[in-house]
């Protein structure tokens, strides 16, 4: 299993080679990946599912993305990405952010208005293709049911034909694809930067408006100003587009389902998964909270 446990040895062996002490790092995150702090490096180790063909698009991205001047968290200057015992390790270098001073609903809004801006990047991005991963994340989930299954299976195939006659209004590019609060970080001079970009692709603007919204409401629903302040700081209002809920409904299909893949059976994160498709049966349109996994 892809746990604290496994990671840890994997760790040792990247710090000997950067030349720094293991038993002094910190585990920021263990979920998609295993991120750890140690000196002035973030090491992110993904699972052993993930190959390095796989991230080195990202590797390139970044760094063309640095040459735009676009606010981002720098790549450690070695070769990347480092390969050992069969998991793919990135290393960055490590911001001070300022914990107390969490990104905004409105600096992301800026962040996303700037990075819609930029040209098409010369890498070779994969496009957008929500409904193959939601069917390969059901497949694949070990906590799932095959009532479960059968019931997503059934709504991502009502929004399946939706998602394919969606008229969107913006134009197509570089997208992040997960832009949020734990995907951004803001450095202690007051500078908001957007990290992890693992999901980056060429799509619809859209979905990354739809991914603020969908965060907004799930895990702040008791602050309502927050999306305006997105949508004040990005320069464009979904409202007066009607397919915009539908997007979103299909953004919450994604969440669910991507975390019931990451999930392990009986885990916190597996009964999280569960009170939110307890709610999706229930009503379609649900406003549960959600906890953040």
Known sequence: MFVEARTRPILAKVCQHLGLPADRATLIRHHTNAVYAVGDAVI????????????????ALVR???SQGFPTAPLYDIDQPLEIDGHTITVWRRLNPAIENPVTAGELGHLLRL??????????LKPLEPISRIRRSIKTS???TD???????????????????????????LIHADPQTHNALCASEGCAVLTDWDTAAIGPREWDVATIAVHCRRFTPTDPDAFVSFITAYGWDPAAWHHFENLCRL??????????????????????VHRRLAALRADPHDALPWHLL
Not at 148 to 172: E, G, V, Y
């Open 44 to 59: 992110k180790i993904a699972p052993p599912d993930i190959a390095a063909d796989d991230v080195r698009p990202s590797i």
């Open 64 to 66: 063309w993305l640095t």
């Open 115 to 124: 990075l819609h801006a930029l040209p098409t990047p010369p890498i070779a």
């Open 142 to 144: 070990a906590i799932l």
């Open 147 to 173: 009532d479960d299954r059968d019931f997503l299976h059934t709504r991502l195939d009502q929004l399946a034909k939706i998602w394919a006659d969606m008229p969107f209004t913006l134009s197509p590019g």
């Open 251 to 272: 953004r919450e299909l994604k969440m669910i389902v991507t975390n019931a893949r990451k999930s392990r059976p009986g885990s916190s994160a597996a009964n999280e």
